[in-house]
């Protein structure tokens, strides 16, 4: 009962992340948008590095609590690989992009990130069911 508890738990997890993952997307997808409607209320506070920057940390704790139990239950390297993927793109576009910079670099580096962050959450949460049927479930 407790490993099966335990498997959910891991889940559950996956789910948060892929959520966290995909709140990032959205946010480099419909920040154009909103930008575009309210530049002088939303430009000061969405768009600084500091968004990004603080959004890492959840996303980081996710994949930490979700993919270090993931990997001890099936044993394969896909998907905390993805992972690791996924947080160095995220990394890079809220860190290592100079601010003011021209370019798309910082949203095609957060875009991507959130993608493949997205994918390894998926994969992750495939192999703990595939492991484990009768436990995921």
Aim: with cysteine; aromatic share 6%; hydrophobic share 50%.
């Amino acid at each position: 009962m407790a490993v099966s508890d335990s498997t959910s738990s891991r889940s559950r997890w996956d789910g948060v992340g892929q959520f966290l993952s995909a709140l990032c997307i959205v946010h480099c997808v419909v920040l154009p948008l909103v930008l575009g409607l309210l530049p002088v209320a939303v430009s000061g506070v969405m768009e600084g590095e500091a968004v990004h920057r603080w959004l890492l940390v959840p996303v980081v704790t996710s994949a930490l609590v979700a993919f270090l139990p993931g990997w001890r239950l099936h044993r394969r390297a896909s998907a905390p690989g993805l992972a690791v993927l996924g947080l160095m793109l995220l990394s890079a576009g809220a860190f290592l992009v100079p601010e003011g910079a021209t370019g798309p670099w910082e949203t095609v580096l957060t875009l991507s990130g959130g993608v493949v962050m997205v994918m390894a959450h998926a994969c992750n949460r495939s192999l703990c069911r595939d492991c484990c049927p009768a436990e995921a479930a």
